[in-house]
């Protein structure tokens, strides 16, 4: 089994930074896929950052040069730069990987609670 676990989130001013992490553990050797969502009160989950093993980055339109998603293949570890933040910004961030071996699958962690004070 995979475990995902975030850190990082916290109270932040308006133009301020703030850098969260996300870990995986378990047996994981190929991955597909690994990245950030925040889901903000009242609104539909929504895709922040993505990035792959080979550093091919993909961004929501609403964090687009603001945002910076990296990761430390070796450690199953990534990571989200957040500058620059925004009232909008707040919500819970979750992480997640797309596992391909040896067991498929989809593992996200419990979030982490980012809250942007204007």
């Known amino acids: 089994q995979v475990q995902v676990m975030e850190s990082g989130g916290g109270l932040v001013q308006t133009g301020g930074s703030l850098r969260l992490s996300c870990a995986a553990s378990g047996r994981i050797f190929r991955v597909g896929l690994m990245a950030w969502y925040r889901q903000s009160s009242g609104k539909q989950p929504e895709l922040v950052a993505s990035?792959?093993?080979?550093?091919?980055?993909n961004y929501g339109d609403s964090v687009k040069g603001r945002f910076t998603i990296s990761s430390d293949n070796a450690k199953d570890s990534i990571y989200l730069q957040m500058n620059n933040v925004k009232p909008e910004d707040t919500g819970l961030y979750s992480c997640?990987?797309?596992?391909?071996?040896?067991?498929?699958?989809?593992?996200w962690g419990p979030g982490t609670q980012v809250t942007v004070s204007s």
């Open positions: 990035i792959t093993r080979g550093g091919n980055t």
């Open positions: 997640n990987f797309r596992v391909l071996s040896p067991v498929s699958g989809s593992f």
